[in-house]
């Protein structure tokens, strides 16, 4: 007999992370399956780090964060949002993964259903089903202007026993942004049901029509059920990092805090030092590495756009190329091929559930060299592929 719960043993593995699997660590291979740039983090962060391990800040630090970290955020959310979040609504998490899974352990239990707006990084709906709710899946619709949404199939998909609605704005793979109009429907919608959207915002920065993008923060009422998921992975290229933040609905300060005891205990004090120093100083830096992801999609695009079979649907944000190609069906076998055969690394659109299934994502936030071979071997790869 199994001492692992069946529905932990039989959860499924992300095919992102097996196709990830074959080409990590072999360095003829372009990889372009996971969400991360090819740029170091930069080094005022790095150093202000390093000065902090040197000052000896090492110990055990409060578990929602150590309070200049709180008020650096709060500062930071302010200046792009014009709203003041009280750093008592603010935690920082070891990962924006352990973010979710804190919300998840926080809103839902076995019986519970969540509805999730699809594509969508499929970590969340592991997290939820971790926890004993079901994941309900609404797609979104391709187009040639990029993908849409209908609302009104997210509402139909809610009942007595629905939880949480979430969404990636920008998203993850698909750039998609959620118009201010219907943020406001679909906030409206959960008010009056007592329904929690978690808005993951990860992306925030790497939107291609303006500087930083719409955020749930905007609208909401502190007492709203909304938590905003975001990350220093992205715009400041610190992945390896694993920092994250949570903004949660007046109130559940205590609640949080229990969580983050019983999970991780918190974040390393010496890598919240050098967190401080990418809010107070990283402007600079977020600007130039926008300004690198426009240009690596604007040769992706090009580059898609000319290839035979290639369908390639318009992102407005992220760092994400989706795109589709006449006669593949399978696309977790297209790339397990594509590792071997072409050595570029692309992750299958059937990890992102449904609506792109036929789709594959490819990271674009690359130098222009490494795109442009990567574009090159692509090209070859997609002109002889046979299922």
């Known amino acids: 007999m199994s001492l692992v719960r069946h529905d932990i043993e039989v959860l499924e593995d992300s095919p992102i992370v097996e196709v990830w699997r074959m080409g990590y660590g072999d360095p003829s291979v372009i990889g372009m399956f996971a969400g991360e740039p090819d740029v170091p983090t930069p080094d005022f962060i790095c150093e202000a780090t390093a000065q902090a391990l040197k000052d000896g800040k090492t110990f055990y630090t409060p578990n929602r964060g150590i309070g200049p970290i709180r008020e650096a955020l709060a500062d930071y959310m302010e200046m792009l949002y014009k709203v003041r979040v009280p750093e008592h609504r603010i935690t920082l998490t070891p990962s924006g993964m352990s973010a979710v899974m804190l919300i998840a352990q926080a809103t839902v239990k076995p019986g519970d259903n969540v509805v999730a707006i699809t594509p969508s990084w499929p970590n969340i709906m592991r997290a939820m089903q971790i926890c004993g709710a079901e994941a309900r899946e609404v797609a979104m619709t391709p187009g040639n202007a990029g993908w849409s949404l ?127 120093a990418a809010l107070r100083h990283g402007e600079e830096f977020v600007k130039f590495f926008a300004e690198r992801c426009r240009q690596g999609r604007a040769l992706v695009n090009e580059r898609l756009g000319r290839m035979k079979r290639v369908h390639n649907i318009p992102n407005q944000g992220s760092f994400y190329a989706m795109f589709s190609v006449d006669g593949v069906d399978d696309t977790l076998a297209f790339c397990k091929r594509a590792v071997v055969e072409a050595k570029i690394g692309m992750a299958p659109g059937i990890s992102f559930g449904k609506g792109s299934e036929r789709y594959i994502r490819l990271c674009y936030a690359k130098s222009p060299e490494m795109l442009t071979e990567a574009m090159n071997r692509l090209e070859a790869f997609v002109g002889t592929y046979q299922e």
């Open 150 to 276: 209908d609302l009104d199939k997210v509402f139909d998909a809610c009942d007595a026993n629905t939880k949480v609605i979430y969404l990636a704005s920008p998203g993850n793979p698909t750039g998609w942004m959620i118009p201010r109009e219907d943020a406001e429907r679909l906030l409206a919608f959960c008010r009056e049901r007592n329904i929690a959207i978690l808005s993951d915002e990860v992306y925030h920065r790497l939107v291609y029509d303006r500087e930083v993008a719409f955020s749930f923060l905007e609208i909401a009422k502190p007492n709203d059920p909304v938590f905003v998921v975001n990350s220093f992975s992205k715009a400041w290229a610190m992945t390896g990092w694993r920092l994250g933040w949570i903004v949660y609905p007046e109130g559940l300060k205590d609640a949080f805090e229990k969580l983050i005891q019983f999970n991780t205990s918190g974040a390393p004090e010496f890598l919240q030092v050098g967190a401080i």
